[in-house]
């Protein structure tokens, strides 16, 4: 590459540099703009380039990301959006290629449920529309407000007491099949 900038005049280096979005002082020598040019071709091709306070993440793997988006929290959701009135519940899938999560949270019980499924719950709003009369021309007019669709209490995760009052508690009823229950 550098044999071909080489061929290049300093003005069309410069023209070069500036689409790529390089910086460089006015008075750079040919040289020099031919090796900021050369330095950043490496960086986009794979090596990364130094810059100065950021830091190069590691690309997350699969099972990072299932991982992270199985996360679950502690919550209570009750329904602000008239659709869903009288209904038990909201049943939400969220995924991207790698993973997909969700599942079906009810209203007005502590529950728990993935992250991205709790990020999208936030996101969602219902729009009202309500007509009111123009004081000077006497036409109703429609003023229309956004709210959010679901009222979200956020709580805190159980401790390892609870837990493990849960588990006596599941395994009392015999609500979880244990290993030996499963004939095969």
Same mark, same amino acid.
């Given at each position: ?5 080489? #061929? ?10 500036? /689409? ?31 810059? /100065? ?7 997350? =793997? ?15 959701? =009750? ?9 038990? $519940?909201?049943?939400?899938?969220? $995924? ?5 999560? $969700? ?49 979200? #209490? ?19 009823? $015999? ?10």
């Amino acid at each position: 590459m550098s044999q071909h900038l080489e #061929e290049k005049s300093l003005p069309e280096l410069r023209d070069i540099a500036d /689409e790529l979005g390089i910086e460089y002082p006015n008075n750079i020598s040919k040289a020099k703009i031919i090796q900021k040019l050369v330095e950043d071709d490496e960086a986009v091709e794979g090596k990364p380039a130094d810059v /100065e306070g950021v830091k190069v993440k590691k690309r997350e =793997s699969a099972a990072d990301i299932k991982a992270r988006m199985n996360k679950l929290i502690r919550l209570r959701v =009750s329904s602000n959006d008239p659709q869903y009135k009288g209904r038990n $519940g909201v049943t939400l899938q969220v $995924g991207n290629k790698t993973a997909v999560v $969700g599942k079906f949270i009810p209203f007005n019980t502590i529950w728990h449920c993935q992250e991205p499924v709790l990020n999208s719950l936030k996101r969602r709003q219902w729009r009202q529309t309500v007509f009111k009369t123009d004081r000077t021309t006497g036409m109703k007019v429609p003023v229309t407000s956004v709210h959010p669709s679901f009222i979200i #209490e956020l709580l805190p995760s159980l401790t390892e007491k609870e837990l493990a009052k849960l588990a006596t508690d599941q395994s009392a009823r $015999g609500s979880i099949p244990m290993d030996s229950d499963t004939n095969v």
